[in-house]
């Protein structure tokens, strides 16, 4: 019991002690954080190995160093088939005897032989077929069985390609990359890979014109079509485009069709607007379009797909392009190990500074960040992350 008042005492001085160091102990904290957050922002090293003079970056080769994981095995294994929208119209018809499925508008030249085409929204004729003679403005014939059906219903067709559920984890900046990307893959006008970023003449389809039936919910994200309840032309994982709202972002492209139910009388669209927050608007919308044979709409195929069992897939920006550049001689090209097929030119999601109607992509033959018309076609890649 007599020791208790020197037990308090050295409890008293313990207490005193602890406050006394805490500024210290939480400014050693904060510059310890501060230390982290630092090295966690460095780029990324180059990849350049070669000193071509003492001080060059081969020579210090200053960085973080590349780490990859390549993913092969479970959920990474085997292919899913993208089904990327390439064109809709509500001039089609299909008749039974050689297999014809023709249009009236004239838009099936990219319809090419050995494509793969799934076929939405037709009363007898949904399905899979494979295109046995294409190329032709008016129609392409199949290697399936058609049956008669006459024009009316929009239509919609996809070219589909099985991807590899293969990916790579970069360990260094967190992001997944799709092993592979669209080259050499059947989708797009040429069935070779090759995509636009947005075509808004060339790429963009009606799929409903009809003045000042379509409004904007929000909360809800929904395009409401009214009167709509019977239209079947909308379809899980399509990138629409609507005109005809005051307020620009709900008239922007590639909104995600998550479903389209029924509402009464009316038809309720529910989309996935990305970052962007939508504005409400009563029914000044008049036409809804199809978005096709863009990167984007392949990104929506991959996420409709499941991609590696995975669905929040999309398009790599400038940099995220940019840091899989090995400046090691001959090439730019990224890791070969890693990436054992990579294109020389590869869409990014980057609007380009001086002109929105360009984007950039990123080349891989020549390190070199270039813009070009967002018409024109190139090939895309998958990040997630």
Known sequence: MRAAPRSFELIAKARTFALDAAPRTFALIAKARALVRIYMARLLETGQETCYSVWDDGDYEIGVDKAYTVETLGDYAGNSDIEVAHYASNQITFTAIGNIVADGAGGMVTFLAGDTVVIKGSANNDGVFTVAVGGVAGQFTTIEAIVN?????YISFYKRTAHSNNAVQDDQTGLMWSRNTSVGERVGELS???LDWYDAVGSRFPLYAIANTVSCIMPGNIFRVIGGAALTQFHQGDMI?????????????????????????????????????LIAEGAVGDTIYLVCRSIFAYMAGARLAGLSNLTDWRVPNWKEAESLLDHEAPTAYPDAVSFPAWP?????????TFAAAFAMFMRYDRPLPSATAKTAVYITALVRG
């Open 192 to 194: 070779n890979g090759t």
């Open 241 to 277: 485009q609507c005109a005809g709202f005051v307020n620009p972002v709900n008239n922007l492209p590639n909104m995600y069709v998550v479903s389209a139910t029924p509402n009464g009388a009316d038809l309720d669209i529910l989309v996935d607007s990305g970052e962007e927050v």
């Open 344 to 352: 020389a030119y590869v869409w990014t999601g980057t609007t380009y």
């Open 149 to 153: 059906e006459g024009p009316g219903a």
